[in-house]
């Protein structure tokens, strides 16, 4: 098994930047299986939905449309950490924001596809 913890929600005006991280725990048989890591958010009365993934094993990254150029997705192996840097942020953005590993993923930002949820942090962005 495998828990990810994610920290560093919070509120911030338009314009500005928050970055989240997300640490996996857990048997390091467990977490040298996982091959991707994802951050997906969801809004209140809104469907969740994926904003940027990371290939945990070749280090490739997608990014919803919504957020190519804002949004930075990395990874440091030796803490089990990925990290969203998020800047020019809008209120649009605002939503809880999940962290998710997978141990085969072949479409980064399809939810369905993750063995392993964290709990989320929320990010709200007044304008």
């Excluded at 993934?53 to 957020?67: P, R």
């Amino acid at each position: 098994q495998v828990r990810l913890v994610e920290s560093g929600g919070g509120s911030v005006q338009a314009g500005g930047s928050l970055r989240l991280s997300c640490a996996a725990f857990g048997h390091s048989y467990s977490i040298t299986y996982i091959n991707y890591m994802t951050w997906f958010r969801q809004a209140p009365g809104k469907e969740r939905e994926g904003v940027a993934g990371i290939n945990t094993i070749g280090g490739s990254t997608n990014y919803a449309d919504s957020v190519k150029g804002r949004f930075t997705i990395s990874q440091d192996k030796s803490k089990n950490t990925v990290y969203l840097q998020m800047n020019s942020l809008k209120a649009e953005d605002t939503a809880m924001y999940y962290c998710a590993a997978g141990t085969r993923v072949f479409s980064a930002l399809m939810s369905n596809q993750y063995n392993y949820w964290g709990q989320g942090t929320q990010v709200t962005v007044s304008s």
